[in-house]
Structure formats: C-alpha cells, structure tokens
C-alpha cells in the first residue's frame, strides 16, 4: 500500500527541491547582531498540543510551486497515488476513523447525530471540511474546531480532484495544473487556520483522487495527502445495515472513510452499531499518525 517509512525524507526531499527561504525550519532560528562564530540560544518555540507536530507556518508561494511542478507529467491517477497516507503505521493498535464534510449545492448538510455519537462513544475523528461546508455551518465549525476530540483537516477548497492535468472522477472536472492544485489546498488551508489557530497538517481530495505529482506538492506544502483502506459509507450512499457490515470490517491499522454532511443517509445509524460490535471486540480508535 501507499505507506512509506521513508515519508519523512520524502517530505524533506520535496521541501529542499523548492529552495524557499523560510520553507524550513532555519526561518524559526533567532538571530544575533555581532555573535557570527558562536552558539545562538536555541530558540524558544511554542510546544504543540501533545501528539501534534509542527505544521510548517511558511508554506512555498504560488509562484514558487508553479515554477518547481509546472514541467512535471503525472504517471498515476486514483485513489492511492505515492506518498498518500492509506494505512496507519503497521505499529499501530488501533483503527483512524476519517469523516468528511464535502460541501455544495447538495452538500451542506451537518450529520449531528453523527457527532453526538463520536463524542458519547468518547471516539477520535479527523474530519476532513471544504470551504463551501465551514461557509455554510461556521458556527459548528467553530465548535468542532474547539473540541479536543475532533481534528479538524482541510478537504479542499472547491472539492476537485487532485490533478496537474485535468482529469476527473465521478464526473467531477479535477484541477488543471500545478497553480490550481495550490488553490485548492491552500484557499481552504487558511481558512482553517483562521478556525483552529494552527495550519491543518492533513488534506484528503474532493473525491479523494489524486495524481503522483499533486500529491508530491501536498508534501511540499507541508501537508500529509490522505485517502483511506476502508470505505464506510459509499459517500452515504449505503444504508445503515451495509454502513455497519463495511465498518466493521477495519481491524487495527486501517483508515475508515465516512461522511458527516448527509444526515439523511445510513452513516450515523450504521457506524452506532459498528461501534458497539467493534469495542466489544476489544478495537480501539486512534488519531492518524503524526507523519
Ligand atoms: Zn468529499
């Protein structure tokens, strides 16, 4: 599968390849007028929240991605292109249960009952929120923003497909180049920064699809692409019965996909029973990984 213990040096790589001042983490050192030749002190950062890492503050500039990507052809379109995150560390004890929140015209809706049960089942979610969804709920984005047990991640600023050649997915047109590929990451990047005080360290694709170099420029952007092994709800197209017979499916290291904004479907009544099956068999529920 897409996961690579070589993600960290990956990331670096694709960082270095930009050259950017201020891209890496020399643009946190203090500097001292007249002290050339000695030690600074090291500098004083703020610490994260514990088991959260430093989401680069800086990312590359328009300009600077276009420049880097724009000669690159993609070799690989779908679900699961390099450098994607799929699957949680094989270490891992635990299932990452991801919900996405994809906005528009018949997207806007709020699943409470699917949130009601995370919170009374006490069960870590990354929900993954497009622009057009925060617009349409900002009050309960706001309120997701402020619980511990939900991570809030960027699901992309027009929900399109990942792409630096315009292909597509269900019918939906994917972004164009490597400038519209920052578009939709970043638009929607600063948008939860404003939400949660700090840069979302993840992004999952309107469709989840992405080519090979769109997800490098994710990386690049210091963001962690991410799909998932298990496909809970159909994209709530599943009734409640189908929901829980897929869900609970995923064993320790799988990343379950669900969605949070059709409150009508089988998803909140499906997962309520997977759950129960699943505790009971002794699973338990992580955050996805730090890198
Ligand atoms: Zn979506």
């Not at 929240?49 to 590359?60: F, I, L, M, Q, S």
């Not at 995150?85 to 270490?91: C, E, V």
């Not at 159909?234 to 949070?260: C, K, M, N, Q, W």
């Amino acid at each position: 599968m897409a996961w690579h213990p070589n993600r960290r040096s990956f990331l670096l790589t694709a960082a270095a390849a930009l050259a950017l001042p201020g891209s890496g983490p020399e643009h946190l050192q203090t500097r001292a007028a007249g002290t050339a030749g000695q030690a600074l002190p090291a500098p004083v950062l703020p610490e994260p929240p514990a088991g959260r890492p430093v989401t680069p503050v800086t990312a590359p500039s328009r300009a600077d991605v276009t420049k880097t990507f724009a000669g690159r052809t993609a070799k690989y379109w779908g679900l699961e292109a390099p450098g994607v995150l799929t699957r949680l560390p094989s270490a891992a004890g635990g299932v990452a249960l991801t919900a996405d929140f994809c906005g528009g015209p018949s997207g806007n809706g709020a699943d409470l009952a699917l949130l009601t049960l995370l919170r009374q089942q006490h069960v870590p979610a990354t929900l993954f929120l497009n622009s057009r969804w925060i617009a349409a709920n900002l009050s309960l984005a706001k309120d997701l923003a402020a619980d511990p047990l939900f991570e809030l991640a960027n699901h992309g600023t027009t929900h399109r497909p990942l792409s630096v050649a315009g292909k597509s997915a269900y019918g939906i047109t994917g972004t164009a180049n490597a400038g519209e590929v920052y578009d939709e990451v970043m638009a929607n990047d600063g948008r939860l920064t404003e939400l949660t005080g700090q840069r979302p360290r993840y992004f999952r694709s309107g469709t989840a699809h992405l080519d090979d170099v769109a997800a490098e420029i994710v990386r690049a952007l210091g963001v962690i692409p991410v799909g998932f092994s298990v496909n809970g709800d159909g994209g709530a197209t599943f009734p409640a019965a189908t929901v829980t017979h897929e869900v609970s499916r995923a064993h320790a290291g799988d990343i379950v996909i669900i969605h949070g904004n059709h409150p009508a479907g089988g998803t909140s009544a499906g997962l309520a029973r997977a759950l129960a099956a699943m505790k009971d068999r002794g699973d338990t529920f992580l955050p996805l990984p730090r890198n």
